[in-house]
C-alpha cells in the first residue's frame, strides 16, 4: 500500500507515521518511510534549495517545479521499486501538497498544477491520504513554541496562506474517497486508532 500524510505544518503528521510504521511492522509488514521533498540524494539537494530561509526571492514557478522535480525523482527511484517490492510506503506529503501550497496557497493555476503533478507521479496514486486537520490559529501556536532558525521559509508564512492551504485540503478531501480527514485535535491515541482502522478497513475492502 501506499499511504500518504498531509495537512498544514505542525499538525503532526510526522508522529501519526511512525506510530503506523510501528503497528505495521506488528503485523510483519515491509515498512518504508519516507518524506517530501526529499528520500533520495537528488531530492534531498532540491529540499535545501526549496526550504532554505536564504531563498526568498523564489517565484512560485520554480518553487512548484522544483517540488516537482524533488518528487519525480522519489517515485521512479524509491516509492514504485517499494511498491512492487511489496512494501508499505508511507510519505510525509506527496502531490496533494503541491496542489494545496502552490495551487490554494499560492495561487497558482489548479489546471496547471494537476498537469504538473501528473507528470510527476508517473500514475502513483496514494491509496489513502489522510488529511490531519488543524485550526491554523492552533498550527500558530505550536509554530511560536520553535526557535525562529528552526523554521523554514514555507513555515515562516502567514495565517492567511495557511488558511487558503487548510481550506484547499478540505476542499480537495470532497473530491476522491482516497482522502479521510482527521480532526488534528484529537489526542495522539484518539487519531492513530482511526488511522489504523481506516487502513484496516482498505484492506478489508481490498
Not at 501519526?16 to 534531498?44: D, F, H, W, Y
Not at 496533494?96 to 504538473?116: E, F, H, M, P
Amino acid at each position: 500500500m501506499f499511504i500518504t500524510f498531509e495537512g498544514i505544518d505542525f499538525c503532526g503528521k510526522t508522529t501519526q507515521i511512525e506510530l503506523l510504521k510501528e503497528k505495521l511492522i506488528t503485523e510483519n509488514k515491509k515498512v518504508e518511510i519516507i518524506r517530501e521533498p526529499g528520500g533520495t540524494a537528488i531530492s534531498e539537494k532540491i529540499r535545501e534549495l526549496l526550504l532554505s530561509k536564504e531563498h526568498d526571492e523564489m517565484f512560485m514557478e520554480p518553487e512548484i517545479f522544483l517540488f516537482s522535480a524533488s518528487r519525480a525523482q522519489l517515485v521512479r527511484e524509491k516509492i514504485q521499486p517499494l511498491l512492487n517490492e511489496g512494501f508499505y510506503v508511507l510519505s510525509d506529503r506527496f502531490h496533494d501538497s503541491t496542489t494545496a501550497y502552490q495551487g490554494y496557497g499560492r495561487g497558482v493555476d489548479l489546471d496547471t498544477v494537476n498537469k504538473i503533478n501528473q507528470l510527476a507521479i508517473d500514475g502513483t496514486l496514494p491509496d489513502l491520504t489522510f488529511i490531519i486537520d488543524i485550526p491554523v490559529e492552533v498550527a500558530e501556536s505550536r509554530k511560536m513554541e520553535k526557535e525562529e532558525e528552526q523554521l523554514d521559509r514555507l513555515e515562516i508564512l502567514d495565517n492567511k496562506f495557511f488558511n487558503c492551504v487548510r481550506e484547499g485540503y478540505l476542499t480537495m478531501a470532497l473530491q476522491e474517497e482516497r482522502f479521510k480527514v482527521i480532526d488534528g485535535m484529537l489526542s495522539i491515541e484518539s487519531i492513530s486508532t482511526k488511522i489504523i482502522n481506516e487502513v484496516k478497513r482498505f484492506k478489508e475492502k481490498g
